[in-house]
């Protein structure tokens, strides 16, 4: 009997794979920005597009939706994020949860994966809302909690925990590189991990 590992399945894995999985990127936009209150600005803008860029490596679909542009009531998503995210079609609506929105669900549907990695802000309302939705209609949600931010520490906090209650898997920046990437023998991807690893560490603190 080979004690070789056979391969797994990259679609039915039930950890994450560039294969199983897409990113949803809810609200970076310069007023949800400057009002977090659980982090530095400029770490949230450091961390969001370093996750952007994960999933550009990957090759992950990418749903990308923003509020009240449209209405000129808000602005687009901040400059940085939008250069990595060029190619991506931006949903701008008016909902708070975004799961109420036909067009961005229809996007989400169109990814055909159930492994959602959803970054959102407000984490009490921009990313619990649609992240409670989405499991409600069989997705696994995997906020990424070092790219998210609330109001305050106390909402940012109390909604981490409200949605890991309802079945999220919470997940880390460099847990999130390192899962994708899983095989050094992966070497179409093996340089760009090294180096999103290295930024990882120096924009999360390891």
């Given at each position: 009997?080979?004690?070789v590992a056979?391969?797994?399945?990259?679609?039915?894995?039930?950890l994450l794979?560039?294969e199983?999985?897409?990113?949803?990127?809810?609200d970076y936009?310069?007023?949800?920005?400057h009002s977090v209150g659980?982090a530095?600005?400029?770490d949230?803008?450091?961390?969001?597009?370093?996750v952007a860029?994960t999933?550009k490596?990957?090759d992950?679909?990418?749903?990308l939706t923003?509020?009240?542009v449209a209405?000129?009531?808000n602005?687009?998503t901040?400059?940085?994020?939008?250069e990595?995210?060029?190619?991506?079609?931006s949903?701008d609506r008016?909902?708070?949860?975004s799961w109420e929105d036909?067009a961005?669900v229809?996007a989400v549907?169109?990814?055909?994966r159930?492994?959602?990695?959803?970054?959102?802000?407000?984490?009490?309302?921009?990313?619990a809302?649609p992240a409670i939705?989405?499991m409600?209609?069989?997705?696994?949600?995997?906020?990424?909690?070092?790219?998210?931010g609330?109001t305050s520490?106390?909402a940012?906090?109390?909604?981490?925990?409200r949605?890991?209650?309802?079945?999220a898997q919470?997940?880390t920046i460099?847990?999130l590189?390192?899962?994708?990437?899983?095989?050094?023998?992966?070497?179409?991807t093996?340089?760009?991990?090294?180096?999103?690893?290295?930024?990882?560490?120096a924009f999360?603190?390891?």
């Amino acid at each position: 009997m080979s004690n070789v590992a056979q391969p797994r399945n990259p679609q039915t894995d039930h950890l994450l794979t560039p294969e199983n999985a897409a990113l949803v990127v809810i609200d970076y936009q310069p007023t949800q920005i400057h009002s977090v209150g659980s982090a530095r600005a400029s770490d949230i803008i450091n961390n969001i597009v370093l996750v952007a860029r994960t999933a550009k490596t990957f090759d992950l679909p990418v749903v990308l939706t923003t509020v009240n542009v449209a209405t000129t009531r808000n602005q687009d998503t901040i400059p940085p994020l939008r250069e990595v995210l060029s190619d991506v079609e931006s949903i701008d609506r008016t909902t708070m949860n975004s799961w109420e929105d036909p067009a961005f669900v229809a996007a989400v549907e169109r990814t055909g994966r159930k492994k959602l990695i959803m970054c959102a802000l407000w984490t009490e309302v921009c990313l619990a809302f649609p992240a409670i939705d989405a499991m409600r209609e069989g997705y696994e949600v995997y906020p990424v909690v070092d790219a998210v931010g609330g109001t305050s520490l106390l909402a940012h906090e109390t909604a981490l925990r409200r949605i890991e209650q309802q079945g999220a898997q919470l997940i880390t920046i460099p847990q999130l590189i390192c899962e994708l990437q899983r095989d050094w023998a992966r070497d179409e991807t093996v340089r760009e991990f090294s180096d999103l690893m290295f930024e990882a560490r120096a924009f999360v603190g390891m």
